[in-house]
């Protein structure tokens, strides 16, 4: 299929892998969506810490199910990314470990404290589902299909992140400070989720012209931010004074962009931020620790009956 | 040799299982499935599988969703959220209509 064909084509869940797809699609779609599964397993590493050390049993149950969801998710990704047929799944944890995997912004942050639980599965969470939602109508079909399961669990990690907050914050007065602080050191981070400014924005028209994306960046982060900041204030929460966010003409929330730390997220997109680069090593770690699972499972014998599993399987 | 057919009646949406066919190879099912299964009602694709090659799990054997009480994983066990964030509101809303199915099988 021509460039031109499958920019008139575009639209909600157009191509599947019976279409002869152009190398820069599927390239795009790849990144895209392997950008997209590599978060969802760093995200699940960075919030594993705390079914360990959650403050009841309740919370400790809510965590270990969120953290298999989001390994799931990541999972479900890597297959719809694999099905584009540049990259194997195996070829994607490879660089995830290794440290040429890129991922989320936000992820590549250490989490401290249970106060900081709220701003990941809230905020964080929230504002992947506003772009995850837009996502069911992305053009690659296995993409959506992945969507619309990852959409479906995802309502609860929003909500029960929104149960932690509000718990926080009609607890004791040093819960409210240290849930404002944690607030404070996340919140231009969160704002940094949805990317650059659209004009500053280096993917976003091949992928808006081909269906992938769905949203700009901009209109995804106002939206978030319509919602959002009233949500936080409702729990007594104070904006920060910088970014500036301004109401424009037609009501909606604007940050000033130069507020924001740039040249710190350039070097988070580049790997190269010192924190982030251990979380990927920590993952790292982590996988080499159960290679001994893997290499058992491998080791078993197929039962009769059955294909071979696919190598990446 | 049984083939399953699963068929897909748009582009982009899922491919459902909409009977089986007898076959003697893949070529053959594919003929009889698009002749069976695609003639009448509207499809986009159609897949075919030996039956041989699925594997079978059922509700009397084995507990799907778990034997105890998970009330924690699901969206509508939390008391937060009005209106205001649709796509949360639309999750929740999918869950609790999973959740209802559920318990009428159950």
Known sequence: MH?????????????????????????????????????????????????????????????????????????????????????????????????????????????????????????????????????????????????????????????????????????????????????????????????????????????????LKQKSNDELRTAF????????????????????????????YEVVEDDLDWAEFFTIAKNEYEPGVGQIEGRNAAQEAVEWVRETIDGTDVPSGGQTPQAAD | MIWEVFRQEEQGEYHTHCGNVHAPDREM????AAIQHGRRKPTNNLWVVPKTEIGELDGDEYAFGGATDKSYRWATGYDVTADDASEVVESSGEQEDAKERRNEVV
């Open chain 1, 3 to 211: 460039i031109e064909t499958v920019k008139d084509r575009a639209g909600p869940r157009e191509f599947s892998p019976t279409d002869d797809l152009p190398e820069k699609y599927r390239e795009a779609a790849t990144r895209m969506i392997e950008f997209h599964a590599n978060s969802e397993i760093m995200g699940a590493y960075l919030e594993r810490p705390f079914i360990r050390q959650a403050p009841s049993i309740d919370r400790k149950l809510a965590f270990s199910a969120k953290v298999q969801d989001e390994i799931g998710h990541g999972q479900l990704l890597y297959r719809a990314a694999e099905s584009l047929g540049v990259k194997t799944r195996k070829e994607m944890l490879d660089d995830l470990a290794n440290g040429d995997g890129k991922f989320l912004n936000c992820f590549h942050y250490p989490m401290e404290g249970w106060p900081e639980t709220a701003m990941i599965a809230f905020f964080v969470d929230g504002a992947a589902m506003r772009r995850q939602a837009t996502l069911r109508r992305t053009s690659w079909e296995p993409y959506a299909h992945a969507m619309d399961k990852v959409c479906f669990e995802e309502g609860f990690h929003v909500k029960h992140g929104e149960d932690i907050l509000a718990t926080l914050m009609s607890g004791s007065r040093k819960e409210q400070q240290k849930t404002q602080e944690a607030f404070e050191t996340w919140w231009p981070r969160i704002i940094q989720f949805f990317g650059p400014t659209d004009d500053q924005s280096k993917h976003h028209d091949f992928a808006a012209d081909v269906g």
């Open chain 1, 225 to 252: 931010l319509n919602q959002y900041i009233p949500k936080a204030q409702q729990y007594g929460l104070e904006i920060p004074d910088e970014p500036r966010i301004r109401k424009n003409d037609e009501g909606d």
């Open chain 2, 29 to 32: 099912a594919k003929q009889f």
